[in-house]
């Protein structure tokens, strides 16, 4: 059974979570505190990570930032709908996916099964097991990455964008495309979320690559990886 840990101070909305989770087969336990959330997450052996923006002791930007700092773990953040900046910060420091506020436990539901879905190693007839293209190497059978021999961390959304780009150099692949088969749902009008994950690999990986833009921008329509 997988266990997710709901960092939030709302503790109505834990238990209407937990009551949703849990018959999905899911083992649930809530913190309502910012350190709090950040030893547990740390120290527990959860799946993923539900958090909070707004939390007390540290707010749920802090939290993320220690988590990441060690850890891959899985995270969907929640932010008050239409703060905008905000969400862009949880994703450019490392959040998995987002949802705003008040939400449909259904939505929340279907957003942990997509992120948990893409954390898990593909079938011996599914993957690749390593793949190569200039300075970047991928191996799936321990989910890591190395450009030029260094190891790269990536959260999980990140490593599956990846994959998607290499397994495609010199092919435009749409937004749509990417949000479907990378966020596990349809793009809707004024999400970014792909754009900045886009961002943050390009800081990763590094911008160029032989004087070659790695990971061209082709407006309005999507993204291309170099060959």
Known sequence: MQRILIIDDDIELCDLVTEYLEPEGYAVESVNEGHAGVDRALTGNYALAVLDYMLPGLNGFEVLRQIRATSRLPVVMLTARGDDMNRIIGLQ???????????????????????????????DQEKIEVISIGDIEMDNRTRTVRRAGESIELTVVEYSLLEKLLNAPGRILTREELVREVLRRELSPFDRSIDTHV??????????????????TVRGVGYIYAK
């Open 93 to 123: 420091i490392g959040a998995d996916d987002y949802l705003p506020k008040p939400f449909n436990p259904l939505e929340l539901v279907a957003r942990i099964n997509a992120v948990l879905r893409r954390s898990q190693p593909q079938t």
């Open 199 to 216: 961002s943050n690999l390009r800081k990763k990986l590094g911008h160029e690559v032989n004087g070659v833009e790695r990971i061209k």
